[in-house]
């Protein structure tokens, strides 16, 4: 069978690719995106059943169409949020098609084709969205592979009621810990180990302020010492309740795992019946990999979102490495945008 043809193949459809694909349909190329999702939402249908975001829902929109607010005014919960990523696909009509799962890209002359399970894509250009959260990451921590209890990772946690009345490991120092934290502390006896303390920001600051200040300073540039970052913990409600009940506090790394629990710095064996990891994501890039550009780090060289040894490929979504803050709802968009700028110069040189 021959490939379709597009201009410009996009990978992936959540937040990262809905958000190209909105200016991709005012830039007058051909364009397609290939979601591996069977629903649209991207990463977000993944997410643990009582996820909110810490931002309200007008600071934490895509281009083009302000997320609608709850009825409460309350900050949106994981399901207003894939809600709204799928009446933005139906507004503007984009082209999705899913579920499709790329396996490969290659360079063909002077064109790329995309490799999948429903056939293969020839492109002039092509966005790579595919996000981090297919990709968790678990830290090589001494005797990992000998401890028998539950092991899960915070792209795998729903709810806290399998871990009722059980003695569990919270791992990691950011918002996703903090919360998961908080949450299974009304259930389980846990303990919560961070790197190093964690930074809790004062009440009245959400997402909004922090992704404010964070624009301020990235703009500035490095000279100006940061307030806060955009890995600082913001007190939701439901981890303004942990403080309440005198949970919300930390410990530091543990030396190494047992076959029951872990194994303090001084010494003293500790039993546990879950680990909960809360430690992050790789980039999800295994499509990329024929083209020889991903880096023992998992990351491809890139000048902005412009893939730099190889023309005619972007990243878009994967962090701050791919631009400022575009791993948000609210700061991809700036991302997007100069991303299709550079398409469009690329396909129609001057």
């Not at 997410?47 to 309200?56: A, D, I, Q, T, Y």
């Not at 595919?130 to 090589?140: D, E, I, L, M, N």
């Not at 000279?223 to 919300?248: F, N, Q, T, Y």
Request: net charge neutral; proline share 9%; aromatic share 10%.
């Amino acid at each position: 069978m021959e490939p379709r043809v597009a201009d410009v193949v996009v990978i992936g459809a959540g937040q990262s690719g809905l958000a190209v694909a909105y200016y991709l349909r005012r830039a007058g190329v051909s364009y397609v995106l290939l979601d591996a999702e069977p629903r649209p939402g991207g990463a977000w249908p993944h997410g643990w059943n009582s996820l909110r975001l810490f931002s309200p829902a007008d600071a934490s929109s895509l281009p083009g169409w302000l997320m609608p607010r709850p009825p409460d005014n309350s900050f949106p919960a994981r399901d207003w949020v894939i809600d709204y990523l799928t009446q933005y696909e139906q507004r503007y009509d984009l082209p999705v098609i899913r579920p499709v799962r790329v396996s490969a890209i290659v360079r063909k002359d002077d064109s790329f084709l995309v490799e999948t399970d429903h056939g293969s894509w020839r492109a002039r250009a092509v966005v790579s969205a595919t996000g981090t959260w297919s990709q968790p990451f678990v830290p090589p921590y001494p005797g990992l592979a000998e401890f028998s209890g539950l092991q899960l990772h915070s792209a795998q946690y729903q709810s806290p009621v399998p871990f009722a009345g059980k003695r569990v490991l919270v791992v990691g120092g950011g918002n996703s810990g903090a919360q998961i934290l908080a949450e299974l502390s009304g259930v389980a006896t846990v303990v919560w180990v961070t790197e190093k303390p964690p930074h809790f920001l004062p009440d009245n600051v959400d997402g909004r302020v922090l992704f404010t200040q964070a624009t301020q300073r990235y703009q500035a540039g490095e000279e100006l010492a940061p307030p806060a970052s955009l890995g600082d913990i913001v007190m939701v409600e439901p981890v303004k309740d942990a403080r309440r009940r005198g949970v919300l506090h930390s410990r530091g790394p543990f030396s190494r795992f047992t076959a029951s629990g872990v194994v303090w710095p001084d010494g003293q064996a500790e039993p546990f019946d879950a680990v909960l990891w809360c430690t992050g994501f790789r980039p999800a890039l295994a499509h990329l990999q024929p083209l020889g550009l991903v880096q023992p780090n998992g990351r491809v060289l890139t000048q902005g979102t412009r893939a730099t040894h190889l023309a005619g490929l972007w990243l878009v979504g994967y962090g701050s490495w791919t631009g400022f803050a575009s791993a948000t709802l609210i700061g991809v968009g700036r991302s997007a945008r100069s991303t299709v700028l550079e398409i469009q110069a690329f396909l129609h040189p001057a």
